[in-house]
């Protein structure tokens, strides 16, 4: 099972996408298509409202020719909008990639003790249903996905080492319990 690629993003890659017209044309396909997967990537300006959306915004779509593009929202407030009511575009965007790559590096950390999502949501101070909730929209996996994906690499890995089946399965077994 594969994670999301924004696990492999480093932190100089994470919104430092060149302005160029050909990611403003991929940037207003997206707009179109209300691709959620570019929340947070950039936000996306109407001149004729005055304010700047998320690219996934449930609101009418606008003129091509009224649209700027802006890598953050903190940009279009500096050029003079305001933030969309409706999807709420600061809330999007990097808080909740990084709170997921962090839960992320906590499972990854824990994997031989059993996790559950009381402990998670007590880790991370949220509801266990939130943290999955937010787990799930980030990386498209639940966090029990997420470490079974993980156990199951570390047993893969242990074999290819040599280890007889029985030394690479215990820590699998050990914590299969979770979540």
């Known amino acids: 099972m594969t ?23 991929r940037w207003w396909q997206a707009v179109e298509a209300r691709d959620a997967s570019q929340d947070g990537s950039f936000v996306f300006a109407v001149s004729s409202t ?14 091509r020719e009224n649209v700027a593009f802006f890598r953050r929202p903190d940009e279009a407030e500096k050029a003079g909008y305001r933030a969309c009511l409706r999807c709420r575009p600061k809330s999007a965007g990097h808080g909740v990639a990084e709170e997921a790559r962090a839960i992320c590096r906590y499972i990854e950390q ?4 059993p996790l559950t999502l009381a402990r998670l949501g007590t880790e991370f101070h949220q509801s266990p249903f939130h ?19 993980c156990r199951m690499n570390q047993l893969k890995s242990n ?4 280890h007889s089946v029985t030394r690479a399965g215990e820590t699998r077994a050990h914590a299969s319990r979770v979540l």
């Open 159 to 162: 074999l290819r080492a040599g």
């Open 131 to 149: 943290l999955q909730r937010k787990f799930k929209a980030v990386l498209g996996i639940t966090p029990k996905a997420y470490a079974d994906s």
């Open 3 to 25: 994670t999301n690629a924004i696990l492999n993003l480093s932190e100089t890659e994470i919104g430092e996408t060149e302005m160029t017209s050909s990611s403003q044309s």
């Open 50 to 63: 005055g304010v700047y959306c998320r690219p996934s915004c449930p609101s009418r779509r606008p003129r």
């Open 110 to 113: 824990h994997l031989d003790e």
